[in-house]
């Protein structure tokens, strides 16, 4: 059983939340680019600081969901149920992502990204660190029983399927285009 998290933890968590709110706001307002952190910093009534101390920089500010999106890929491997097969369990997780991410509230968000040079590139690099925690989740399992490479390379095909989804005019069709190579992929190792 969890114990629910304290009063500390819970004004900690809301400072964060009220902080990735006021920047998106801004950012969507005026631009992402014409928005400075002291400016973030001002609008959400904190130091700088203690923006920093939440987010490691500007663009952080922008993928809040960073951390929940890297465990919810790991959990689909290690919470999957005794015997589950991996592929259907990543397949259901990156459904569930696509899902969000392609809500018509997600949109303007998006827009944003793929206008910025700056965001794109730290969004390259998250993938590629989930990629990384998901393929260490899967190396580590020893029902899987593949190769370092093989978890790797299903790993990062696991995690663009997300991105070439999201790009998608029919998001979930694509992700069940790419999980049915993914899946051919995975039974040939």
Known sequence: MTTPPGRRERKKAA????????ALRLFLERGYDAVGIRE???????????LFSHFASKEALVFEQDADFEQRL????????????LVPALRREIHALVRHCTADSASPVWHMIDSSPALRTYEESM???????????MAADPDLARTSTACRTLARFTVDAYSLARESADPQAAVDEVFRMIEAAWAAT
């Open 127 to 137: 993938r590629l660190r989930h990629a990384e925690s998901l393929a260490a989740a």
């Open 74 to 85: 790991v959990r689909a491997v290690t919470d999957r149920a005794p015997g589950e097969p």
């Open 15 to 22: 400072t964060r939340q009220k902080i990735a709110e006021t």
């Open 40 to 50: 973030v910093a001002a609008e959400a009534d904190v130091a700088v600081t203690t």
